[in-house]
């Protein structure tokens, strides 16, 4: 069978190059082993962003006298919860398949394996059939990392994956690694009522983020009842009665927590294995598959996107590297741009990010100026009862260009686009600020703070100089 293009993953990454490819005429197959939507639509974004909803949906429930309202035994239905969260992929999956179909896309369920540098076995559970291709786009994705500790393949020992199908919430559970992963599901679990210890052996959570972001959100995580261990290492889980004991090493002194389950959340890691990359000469490590800015690989042809590359293990990443791959395949020069590529946490309040931290701004020797702006004093964020958090922008001294944008606070995943938009456009604090923004919005945070970094603060209480 002859393509122009094969595309192997169908993630938010495969099938996002497979459509493009569809749109600027290829002949495009499409393999997949398992469910179109890859881990992010079937065991990572939605699944984890529609259990928070739930969360947030209880929390506010719970908080309803703040704002003048009754409900008398109120509660909630972790099985209806679960119901839903897998109706909601379902739907959001089959919408994908109608995509595919609706391109002339030929989806193939099975495994593929390189066999040269334009050719690939596909095994479905019918048959074996030798593909030929032009382009070859290699979109596999990652798996959830384990850890070398003693106990890690007992049964309550799970990943993320496994979490996502508890079908009711453990009563205790101990989280390893305070990542992006370990953060969202401690978040969500402690707001159905688990019981949560965070482990991590850096000194910080979130190491990736702003450090003044992540002292406050480590505040208001442990001000909602997650117990944090940083700088600690766990060294033993053991089976008990009723569940695991995890021994924890905290410099200080070793402790054994009590727990259901224990959630490895220590990263991810590229699926590699298996592809017949050394068959076709393609280079790659433990870190993932080497490609170029087209993101191509270092044989003519072959292509790889998204967490396979080990760059950016995010799904919007992968989706925008399917494109530039799948625009490079097809005739055309597209180049992927790492400069402006917002992250995103869906705690209670979100962090969103996007550019340089401060500290690395520091680190490249960069002349920046910094600016914060309250969500405290946005009449917005007061309305709405969501005062924790903030606005801080970095931008650079000569230029006032934007280098960075972290928000913590409500919706600070939309709110971050601002940032976004102005980090690849080379746009000024100046050209924030004076960009008319409407009122009574959460978006007058980011102007305010925008406005900061020239000149004073409208909303913003002026600190007095001393005499």
């Not at 969260?85 to 994908?96: D, F, P, W």
């Amino acid at each position: 069978m002859d393509f122009d293009v094969a595309v192997i993953g169908g993630g938010p990454g495969g099938y996002v190059a497979a459509i493009r490819a569809a749109q600027l005429g290829g002949k495009v197959v499409l393999v997949e082993k398992e469910n179109l939507g890859g881990v992010c639509l079937n065991r990572g974004c939605i699944p984890t962003k529609t259990l928070l909803r739930s969360a947030e949906k209880w929390e506010e429930l719970s908080r309803c006298a703040e704002f003048g309202l009754k409900a008398d035994n109120i509660g909630f239905d972790y099985a209806v919860i679960f119901e839903r969260k897998t109706n909601i992929v379902a739907g959001l999956r089959s919408g994908i398949e109608q995509l595919v179909k609706s391109n002339d896309i030929t989806v193939m369920n099975g495994t593929a394996v390189l066999t040269g540098s334009r050719q690939l076995e596909v095994s479905t559970a019918a048959e074996q059939v030798t593909i030929s291709a032009s382009g070859i786009i290699i979109a596999t994705g990652s798996v959830p990392s384990t850890i070398p500790v003693a106990g890690h393949d007992l049964s309550e020992v799970i990943t993320s994956d496994q979490l996502l199908e508890l079908t009711e919430v453990p009563k205790r559970l101990v989280v390893i690694g305070a990542g992006v992963v370990g953060i969202e599901f401690s978040a969500i679990m402690r707001a159905f009522g688990c019981e949560v210890t965070v482990v991590e052996m850096l000194p910080t959570i979130l190491p990736m983020l702003d450090s003044e972001l992540v002292k406050r959100m480590g505040l208001l995580l442990r001000k909602q009842g997650i117990k944090m261990l940083t700088g600690a290492k766990v060294t033993d889980i053991e089976a008990a009665a009723d569940g695991v004991m995890v021994k924890v090493d905290t410099g200080k002194d070793v402790q054994d927590i009590p727990a259901d389950k224990v959630l490895i959340a220590t990263g991810r890691r590229p699926v590699t294995e298996g592809l017949g990359l050394g068959t076709a000469g393609v280079i790659f490590d433990n870190s993932g598959i080497q490609v170029n800015t087209r993101m191509e690989t270092n044989i003519a042809g072959i292509y790889a996107i998204g967490d396979v590359t080990g760059q950016s293990m995010l799904a919007h990443t992968a989706s925008t590297a399917g494109m530039v791959a799948a625009e490079n395949v097809m005739g055309l020069h597209a180049e992927m741009d790492y400069s402006a590529i917002p992250s995103c946490i869906f705690t209670h309040p979100e962090i969103a990010s996007v550019g340089l931290t401060e500290e690395q701004a520091k680190a490249q020797n960069i002349d920046y100026k910094s600016s914060k702006f309250n969500f405290a004093a946005n009449g917005k964020a007061v309305t709405m009862g969501e005062t924790d958090g903030l606005v801080k922008i970095i931008a650079e001294v000569a230029s006032g260009k934007v280098l960075g944008m972290h928000i913590l606070g409500p919706h600070a995943s939309d709110l971050v686009m601002e940032g976004a938009l102005a980090i690849r456009n080379g746009l000024t604090a100046r050209d924030i600020a004076h960009t008319v923004h409407p009122h009574p919005t959460l978006s007058e945070t980011v102007m305010e703070s925008a406005h900061g970094i020239y000149g004073d603060i409208i909303h913003q209480v002026k600190p007095k100089t001393r005499k």
